[in-house]
């Protein structure tokens, strides 16, 4: 897969479609040492924040994924074509406690330009983030008591902005049409 590096000003999506329709891969820990666990997500955002370009993500502390995001200082987040959605079913159902599950899937780990994390070769998009925030859902700061639903068992999701590092994405992710002086 043919990426190339794209400046956070030039990175063009369309956002709601790649959370929701698309899905995402976190992954966090070290690759070097082959200390990293991956999960699907598909709950949360991009945008400016504090200035910065920032990728947002949530994570379960029931989720083992949620260790390493508390351990490692950054993460990266990878899109992938349709033709890789069972991959992504499966590394978003079943738990890395239990095993080896990305060895289980067609995927495979690389190393990121930048952060610890791994990105993956036959990604799409490759987003590399250094945490910058981190806070725990209270269900009595919620203003929508249907949100309440989302949590039947209680455990509140971990969100974490990520200063956006690096950006590879194939053509597509590209703007092309955007005035370079902003």
């Known amino acids: 897969m043919k990426r190339i590096s794209i400046s956070p000003k030039d990175f063009q999506t369309r956002i709601h479609h790649l959370w929701y329709h698309q899905s995402l891969l976190l992954s966090s820990g070290d690759f070097s040492k082959n200390e990293f666990n991956c999960m699907t997500v598909g709950w949360g955002s991009i945008g400016t924040m504090w200035s910065m370009p920032f990728v947002q993500v949530v994570v379960r502390p029931t989720r083992y994924t949620h260790q390493f995001m508390e351990k490692y200082s950054d993460f990266t987040v990878s899109a992938f074509g349709r033709e890789y959605q069972k991959d992504l079913n499966l590394l978003g159902t079943k738990s890395g406690r239990d095993g080896d599950k990305l060895a289980e899937t067609s995927l495979t780990p690389i190393k990121s330009s930048i952060v610890a994390a791994p990105g993956y070769a036959e ?26 639903d989302k949590y039947p068992n209680k455990d509140y999701h971990t969100v974490y902005y990520g200063s956006i590092k690096a950006i590879f994405g194939t053509e597509k992710y590209l703007a092309t049409n955007i005035n370079s002086d902003s």
């Open 123 to 148: 990604a799409e998009l490759v987003i590399e983030c250094k945490k910058m925030f981190s806070s725990t859902f209270k269900p009595e700061e919620f203003f929508d008591p249907t949100i309440e």
